[in-house]
């Protein structure tokens, strides 16, 4: 009863925040953060997935904590270190340790085959059996880091892993992705894979650089693995949005294409983005294009930047012309029935509005208002375009109002202050960017998306300040929601017509000088209820958001001959209604699956004849969460999302 008391209570407050202002909607999608020991956003069960890069120090002795010998030790194809200790020429015998994530709250199990010892460095383990340990983890971000003491040549230690004690002995029945991870992903249509892959600064040229799924861990410094980001897309039925790494070769974009076009379900869209934020100087993606791309594997690249300028100048052409190259390399594997899956992404700088223009005129080589250019840095450019453009939808305050709040009491510096302060130049600043940056993209006949966006305030140049906590405490208050609403109306405004508006980002840490960007603060808050209290961040991505049109999944030549309606209400509190309509009489089945796939129950499973059914379904007793709703007739499904509040 306290539950629905203060869901209705949430609801209450943000209605009457805006009664007479309906509530704007827009696609919503979601970046995902890096995986590492230390994140709060916990993506795989196995825990050995988020361990650090090795950290070498000296077998006997005496050591520092890191001898930076660590990439002089021989590894198998996993990464594991082929024997321990190890000499590398002439220095002394080594060890390796790792670090693990902490924020895994319980009694998880860690195995390993091969012969060798380890030391666990947390008191709360015990040691079961030669192979195998239990550790108790704490949910809390403290250092928890293992040892390879001892590693037997010819039967290393490998094959790691740190499992939540249920499923010890039985390994095959553990799902790969952290259950909240997904249920708080489960309402939006995209995901963005910018960070998860490292994209920034990324050192990837070729494709034996990334990472493979069967490494020891998915959280170095060349990001998780493709194939686990396809799959959390096909698991939660939702459209990807990859970031090829600025250094890629031809050889690598046709790989990462040929994987995507394999393996992600021919029924989910792809959003295709050459690197993140080239125009953002403070990455080595912008100063490597700028500079015509030095080293580059492919020679043609190098001589074509070069031809639109030979110095670092022309920067959105040269931008322009590595986008135009991916979308080449994608588009030519991703033809016949594939190619309406693709969706070419430019993009650019939300501010620097004339950084658009340029880009897109590049793209389809014709000015605004359609004269071809004939300027020789427009060379190389088939004029192929793209099929959408794509800047940031931030808001922020500016240095003048840092230069007075630094200045006043601290006391007097209130959270509230701090967001009617970023509402009133709202208009003038992130909101004319959008409208001018529509008006180029409405020129080129493309549509509009927003590749990150959201709250932007942070302390100024990510200082340590008096007004820190107020700014920290801004991200919970209320009138976020209200700051939320205002940048999503101008968003769904006709004259921008946002397609898809992808937050930044989905859980972080909120007190950090470096920015608040989760939406979330742990996946503890996930299925909350409460979140116009604890995260109105994430309640105004859920409100806007659009409900799925849901997805059919049927053979080649199989027409659909039934409907699946969403069901009603949604999200639903122990009842719902779903709806569903024969075309003909057939033999269909009605499921409620759970996100990790596992079936909840069977509603109707039999033939029944032509025309209109309609299912009550009471959740009681399940846990909060996303649940799918799955009609089968054949080889033919539809799939809902459906969203269950206690």
Request: aromatic share 14%.
């Amino acid at each position: 009863m306290l539950i629905k008391k203060v869901i209705l209570f949430s609801v209450f407050i943000y209605f009457n925040l805006l009664i007479g202002q309906p509530i704007p909607k827009i696609p919503i999608g979601m970046n995902i953060g890096s995986n590492n020991y230390y994140s709060e956003c916990l993506v795989f069960n196995d825990v050995m997935k988020t361990a650090s890069p090795w950290i070498s120090f000296n077998a006997e002795g005496e050591s520092e904590w890191n001898t930076g010998l660590a990439d002089q030790i021989p590894l198998d194809s996993a990464g594991y270190p082929l024997e321990i200790p190890y000499t590398p020429a002439g220095e002394a015998p080594q060890k390796l340790r790792t670090l693990i994530n902490n924020n895994y709250p319980g009694d998880y199990i860690l195995l390993f085959d091969g012969a060798g010892q380890i030391t666990i460095n947390n008191e709360a383990h015990e040691q079961l059996g030669p192979n195998k340990y239990r550790i108790e983890l704490t949910g809390y971000t403290e250092n928890i880091w293992i040892d390879i003491d001892q590693s037997t040549e010819g039967n290393h230690i490998r094959n790691m892993r740190i499992i939540p004690e249920e499923y010890d002995g039985h390994e095959e029945e553990m799902p790969k992705f952290y259950a909240k991870f997904l249920q708080g992903l489960t309402p939006f249509h995209a995901l963005r894979f910018m960070d998860w892959h490292n994209t920034n600064n990324s050192e990837q040229e070729e494709w034996a650089d990334r990472t493979m799924p069967y490494y020891y861990s998915q959280g170095l410094s060349t990001g998780m693995s493709y194939e686990d980001a396809i799959e959390l897309c096909n698991t939660l039925q939702t459209d990807a949005w990859f970031c090829v790494p600025h250094q890629a070769d031809d050889d690598y974009h046709t790989r990462f294409t040929e994987l995507v076009r394999d393996n992600l379900n021919p029924e989910l869209k792809v959003y295709i983005e050459y690197s993140n934020e080239i125009w953002n100087w403070g990455f080595d993606q912008s100063h490597y294009v700028g500079e015509n791309a030095p080293g580059h594997n492919n020679q043609y690249v190098i001589d074509d930047l070069t031809s639109i300028n030979p110095t670092e100048y022309q920067h959105p052409e040269k931008d322009a012309y590595m986008m135009q190259r991916t979308f080449r390399l994608w588009s030519d594997v991703f033809t016949g029935a594939h190619s309406g899956r693709l969706i070419r992404v430019a993009a650019g700088q939300h501010s620097w509005m004339d950084n658009t223009r340029r880009i897109l005129e590049y793209l389809f080589k014709k000015d605004m208002e359609g004269n071809p250019h004939t300027d020789p840095i427009y060379s190389a450019s088939t004029g192929a375009g793209c099929d959408a453009f794509a800047v940031g939808g931030y808001f922020n305050f500016e240095e003048r109002h840092h230069l007075e709040w630094n200045s006043m009491d601290p006391a007097d510096v209130t959270p509230e202050m701090i967001i009617d302060t970023v509402m009133a130049i709202y208009d003038e600043r992130s909101g004319y960017w959008s409208d001018v940056t529509a008006g180029f993209v409405n020129a080129f006949d493309v549509d509009y998306l927003v590749y990150e966006g959201g709250q932007h305030m942070q302390p100024y140049l990510q200082g340590e300040y008096e007004y820190n906590q107020s700014v920290w405490d801004a991200q919970i208050h209320p009138k976020m929601y209200d700051l939320y609403m205002k940048n999503f109306r101008k968003h769904a405004e006709s004259e921008v017509d946002c397609k898809l508006f992808m937050a930044f980002s989905y859980v972080s840490e909120r007190e950090s000088r470096y920015g608040s960007w989760g939406h979330l603060e742990s996946l503890e808050q996930v299925g909350a209820g409460n979140y116009m209290e604890i995260a109105p961040k994430y309640q105004a991505l859920l409100d806007v958001n659009t409900t799925s049109s849901g997805i059919t999944v049927k053979s080649a030549g199989q027409p659909a001959y039934f409907v699946l309606e969403q069901n009603y209400p949604n999200p639903f509190n122990n009842i719902t209604m779903i709806s569903y309509q024969l075309l003909k009489t057939d033999n269909v089945d009605l499921i409620i699956y759970n996100v990790l796939g596992e079936k909840i129950t069977t509603l109707v499973s039999g033939r029944q004849s032509q025309g209109v059914y309609q299912i009550k379904w009471n959740a009681e007793g399940l846990s909060s969460g996303m649940y799918l709703c799955i009609l089968k007739s054949g080889n033919t499904k539809q799939v809902k999302k459906m969203m269950y509040i206690r």
